[in-house]
């Protein structure tokens, strides 16, 4: 029996994720809420869907909504997804998880106590290139992969100025400050999207930005905050390295690749450039850069990208590459509008297929926490000017929850 969804927020991203929740067969009825009326009003238009709620508070009381879709400002979502679960509640959130290593303690523990479905929209780890390094790592491959870089390479001139304005309103410069560390998870997932391990301490360090247009000012910054590039060096539980990349002032083209990786082992390596990437063992260098290529599924003009920045729409039209295994997902997402490299569909699968079967979702809370909370560690790292600090684990997720018939499906 298919499940209903509420959707909270109806900016940009919202949009192209209710349209695939829409043609889910496993997905009923879709409602909105936003803080602007409006928005709600031209969601439910555009898309056709069930109807709106007034608030948050209404949604959530509402026994006509099993699940929620959370698509505000990304340092609220904690404390929403906190109140989604205590009101009984699965929930699909956008990235990050939190903001506080206790926002996420406290979404662990509610999840483990209630049973119901989290899953964090992480969309590095269905990125080509990481699911090219699982495959190559369960065949052993790498050998020991032994160091992994992430990079999240998204200049501010790429459509952020315009996202910021959309979402922040007229004080969109104290939100548009909001320190890369905290947003970890697109380059920090990819790695461990594909190592089975976890980050257990870091030293970091910011870079203070010199543009001088209010925007990482301290002075106009909600967050005090002024760096707009960090880079992290985290130490492994294997005993491993993992480097990461955050930066918002570059000259690089983050429309044709923003998340890029590096994995080097003992016996094999896989490295990525914007346009190129190469598998290398020690006798010969492959190019691989056609099986990892996502190809363009929609135009940039697509009536469906309408509200979306024309200088953020790549992320959007991006279909599946000859790496990802398309037998898996519905008929029902055949031609439909996909996006960050193939990643759309199958996050709105995988959660989709938890909710109705009690399954746990691939990025799972315990999962999404290992992704997000390294950076906000690593930021308080670059803080003090690069101090070694130990990153907390919140573990894996319990037995129980792996169990699909102790878990609340919705079926």
């Known amino acids: 029996m298919p499940f209903t969804l509420g959707f909270v927020g109806a900016g940009q991203f919202a949009g192209q994720f209710a349209k695939l929740f829409?043609?889910?067969?496993?997905?009923?009825?879709?409602?909105?809420?936003?803080?602007?009326?409006?928005?709600?009003?031209?969601?439910?238009?555009?898309?056709?869907?069930?109807?709106?709620?007034?608030?948050?508070?209404?949604m959530l009381a509402s026994s006509?909504?099993?699940?929620?879709?959370?698509?505000?400002?990304?340092?609220?979502?904690?404390?929403?997804?906190?109140?989604?679960?205590?009101?009984?509640?699965?929930?699909?959130?956008?990235?990050?998880?939190?903001?506080?290593?206790e926002e996420m303690e406290t979404i662990t523990r509610l999840v483990a106590e209630t049973r119901l479905t989290y899953m964090m929209g992480e969309t590095s780890y269905y990125n080509p290139a990481t699911v090219y390094a699982r495959q190559k790592l369960a065949e052993g491959a790498f050998g020991r992969v032994f160091y992994?870089?992430?990079?999240?390479?998204?200049?501010?001139?790429l459509g952020f100025y315009d996202a910021y304005r959309y979402s922040g309103g007229e004080e969109w410069k104290t939100t548009a400050s909001y320190p890369p560390l905290l947003y970890p998870t697109h380059s920090i997932g990819g790695v461990l999207g594909a190592l089975p391990t976890?980050?257990?301490?870091?030293?970091?360090i910011g870079v203070s930005?010199?543009?001088?247009?209010?925007?990482?000012?301290?002075?106009?910054?909600?967050?005090?905050?002024?760096?707009?590039?960090?880079?992290?060096?985290?130490?492994?539980?294997?005993?491993?390295?993992?480097?990461t990349n955050e930066m918002r002032r570059v000259g690089y083209p983050a429309h044709?690749?923003?998340?890029?990786?590096?994995?080097?082992g003992t016996e094999g390596s896989l490295e990525q450039l914007a346009t190129v990437s190469v598998w290398q063992d020690k006798n010969t260098v492959t190019d691989v850069s056609e099986l990892l290529r996502a190809?363009?599924?929609?135009?940039?003009?697509d009536?469906?990208?309408?509200?979306v920045p024309e200088a953020l729409r790549d992320a959007f039209v991006s279909g599946h590459a000859p790496i990802h295994d398309l037998t898996r997902l519905p008929r029902e997402f055949e031609n439909a509008p996909n996006g960050h490299e193939g990643a759309h569909h199958f996050l709105v699968d995988d959660f989709a297929t938890a909710v109705d079967e009690g399954t746990l979702p691939p990025i799972n809370a315990w999962t999404a926490a290992r992704f997000t909370l390294p950076g906000v560690i690593a930021h308080e790292s670059a803080l003090r000017n690069g101090e070694r600090l130990t990153i907390p684990d919140l573990g894996s997720p319990p037995a129980h929850l792996s169990d699909a018939s102790s878990r609340q499906a919705v079926s």
């Open 22 to 58: 829409a043609l889910h067969p496993r997905v009923g009825d879709i409602t909105v809420t936003d803080l602007l009326p409006e928005r709600s009003a031209a969601l439910v238009d555009r898309l056709g869907l069930a109807g709106t709620f007034s608030s948050l508070d209404d």
């Open 209 to 243: 930005d010199q543009r001088g247009d209010g925007v990482f000012d301290r002075a106009v910054s909600m967050f005090d905050n002024d760096f707009s590039n960090a880079s992290a060096l985290f130490e492994l539980a294997d005993g491993g390295i993992m480097r």
């Open 256 to 264: 044709i690749k923003e998340s890029r990786f590096r994995f080097f």
């Open 295 to 301: 190809h363009a599924s929609m135009s940039l003009d």
């Open 148 to 157: 992994a870089e992430g990079d999240y390479v998204h200049d501010m001139d």
């Open 198 to 204: 976890h980050a257990v301490s870091v030293s970091a």
């Open 64 to 101: 006509a909504v099993d699940a929620v879709a959370v698509f505000t400002q990304r340092w609220t979502h904690g404390p929403i997804v906190e109140r989604a679960l205590r009101a009984g509640k699965h929930v699909y959130s956008a990235v990050p998880m939190a903001i506080t290593v």
């Open 303 to 307: 009536p469906a990208l309408a509200g």
